[in-house]
């Protein structure tokens, strides 16, 4: 049956439409192509920031828990988790005498829990590695389910196992391995984009998407695991990149929130070897592993820049010269050549801005970050040059590269010429097969944060993406969805139950859309929206069902949600939250409200809405 999918109106300029001028425009056909990508707010094309999807998101995602206090309260994470361990272990049972009022508690039995899926997409995810012995082995960091793992390169309907650590883990932002060790490795928590009060504007210490607690390691392939870098109590904090020395195991690098970090006893210890604050990623020289080259700043954070060391971390310097900015307001990322140690790259985002000439810089060194030249301007990063952007050299060919943001880009030449690879539109909608393609072969979905290559395949390289892990296994002329069984798709509040039915079930997901669970594992997926949020089932009439997308664009079905229709209230002015509720009354079931800078209300399922006073 035909699916209509809704993104939220916008024009030409990406400003949003009233819903009378995008119907009447037709753009509800036009603007399907959208549904993968983060739907952003107004942004005229004057070179004035164009805030994403993905900032909204994440500041959301801090407000709704600091509330009503600016920051989110030190010490609570690890507190509820050291709580829900000790005494959530098991049901309590309450056993109540009647005869003398007194209540007491039993504990039962365990009940077991039973995931749902999706098990055919993925979620937001941060960065991937490879077993160093065993390519076929892929280790995938998600930004809210932890750290996954697959032996099976990521193919199949269930390709990917959960790798439990033993900690309150939800965000995984890096994965690190010994040199030449399949059991030795290090992971980094959290997802901070943001320091204190650095900011662009709106931006303003909430920009993070999961609380970090240091680093951890394994020593028996992530069977068991231990605190490496502790920072169980201090919420604000994140690890961006964590690197092992190539020649001296015992000494690994950290760049993190909090500046640049180094241990010389294999991570049982750390010392601060550099202040700079929100380093978000750090490489080794191969041969000469005294000499760091490491890159500092997001959101406008102070110090922000390329430093280099040639001691060790005693000392360092700022690299200015070449053209390196001083003056951005994304983050940097480097890539290392591995057929040319003195080969590196430095992707440079420009936080929100977009045209009028901004742009986001790729820089090449040939003697590891002592100069540099720039290679190119091409906007890759576009308005996440703060989120998602990487690069990453071919491994026996120096001038070839992928550069991600949005989308995939490829050079040849280092840089000079760069093509664009793959779109962020087009991904299938409906039951997607589990471990099948997501959508045509030039689709990867969108926002990617981190590029591996394949050590002996060339032509294999795999990309963490907003929507999972995605590869090519041709060099970039075609790609595919590798997340069968990868279930880390992150719910936004919101989600609903059929009222008899125990397999429907409806919700709204960052960066993926609404989907429903009809009961299997394969959700129909991609219903309405760049970002589904809240959702409602007819109690009377299950078969009517309402989903929303970004700021309060409520779709509505009547065949239980496999066609829609735009019931939104109207535009009012104000501001809108990023998921803005819609509740549907148990006691009257055409009566919907909705949640803005003002109280709707209609009384007919959504096609006539009042403000309530």
């Known amino acids: 049956m035909r699916r209509r999918h809704l993104p939220t109106p916008r024009d030409s300029r990406g400003l949003r439409l009233s819903r009378r001028q995008a119907w009447s ?11 993968s990508v983060s739907v952003l707010r107004p942004s005229p094309d004057d070179g004035s920031p164009r805030i994403s999807g993905a900032y909204r998101a994440l500041s959301f995602w801090g407000d709704s828990r600091s509330y009503p206090e600016r920051d989110i309260p030190r010490g609570g994470l690890t507190r509820a988790y050291e709580y829900s361990r000790d005494a959530l272990q098991r049901p309590v049972e309450e056993v109540f005498d009647l005869e003398s009022g007194d209540g007491r508690f039993r504990r039962g039995q365990a009940t077991a829990w039973e995931a749902m899926g999706p098990t055919n997409l993925g979620g937001r995810t941060l960065a991937v590695a490879l077993d160093p012995n065993d390519a076929n082995t892929v280790y995938a960091g998600s930004a809210a389910g932890g750290l996954w793992k697959s032996t099976t390169g990521g193919v199949g309907a269930a390709a990917w196992q959960r790798v439990p650590t033993g900690f309150p883990v939800l965000g995984v932002s890096t994965i690190e391995f010994e040199p030449g060790s399949s059991s030795v490795f290090y992971i980094g928590t959290g997802e901070v984009y943001n320091h204190m009060t650095a900011g662009n504007q709106a931006a303003d210490r909430r920009t993070r998407g999961s609380y970090g607690i240091g680093i951890l390691k394994t020593t028996d392939g992530g069977t068991t695991w231990a605190k490496s870098l502790d920072w169980s109590y201090e919420q604000q904090r994140g690890s961006w990149a964590v690197r092992v020395d190539p020649l001296d195991e015992s000494t690994v690098w950290a760049a993190t929130t909090e500046g640049t970090y180094k241990s010389t006893d294999a991570g049982a210890t750390w010392v601060q070897k550099h202040a700079v604050v929100m380093a978000m990623d750090l490489r080794v020289h191969a041969t000469d592993p005294n000499t760091v080259v490491v890159g500092c700043g997001d959101l406008e954070s102070p110090g922000r820049g390329i430093y280099r060391t040639t001691d060790g971390g005693d000392t360092w310097s700022q ?3 070449g053209g390196i900015p001083t003056d951005f307001e994304g983050k940097i990322q480097l890539g290392a050549s591995p057929s040319s140690p003195d080969w590196i790259y430095a992707s440079i985002g420009n936080g929100f801005l977009v045209g009028q000439g901004n742009f986001t810089w790729l820089f090449r060194s040939t003697d590891f970050g002592e100069t540099w030249e720039l290679r190119s301007t091409e906007d890759y990063s576009q308005w996440q040059g703060w989120f998602s952007h990487d690069v990453a050299v071919h491994p026996a060919n120096p001038d070839r590269i992928f550069c991600v943001g949005i989308s995939i880009w490829r050079s040849v030449t280092g840089g000079t010429t760069m093509n664009q690879r793959s779109v962020n539109f087009g991904g299938f909608s409906g039951p997607v ?26 032509g294999t390289t795999y990309f963490a993406t907003d929507g999972g892990v995605f590869r090519t296994t041709d060099g970039g002329n075609t790609f595919e969805g590798a997340n069968g069984g990868y279930q880390t798709t992150q719910f936004y509040s919101g989600t609903s139950s059929h009222p008899t039915d125990a397999n429907f079930y409806i919700g709204g997901f960052q960066d993926n859309s609404s989907t429903i669970y009809r009961g299997g594992p394969e959700w129909d997926v991609r219903l309405l929206g760049g970002d589904g949020g809240w959702a409602a089932v007819d109690g009377t009439d299950p078969d009517n069902v309402f989903a929303t997308a970004q700021r309060l664009f409520v779709g509505r079905s009547t065949d239980g949600g496999l066609d829609w229709n735009d019931v ?22 055409q009566t919907l409200y909705g949640g803005s800078s003002f109280l709707f209300k209609s009384t007919d399922f959504g096609n006539q809405w009042a403000v309530e006073n």
């Open 433 to 458: 097969p589990a471990g099948g393609p997501e959508g045509p072969s030039n689709y990867s979905h969108s926002d990617h944060h981190d590029i591996v290559w394949h050590p002996t395949d060339f």
């Open 25 to 35: 425009a037709g753009l509800g056909l036009v603007l399907v192509a959208a549904i």
């Open 319 to 321: 690299i200015t010269d």
């Open 568 to 589: 939104s209230p109207p535009d009012l002015g104000g501001p809108i939250a990023f998921i803005a509720p819609l509740v549907l009354s148990s006691g009257s079931p």
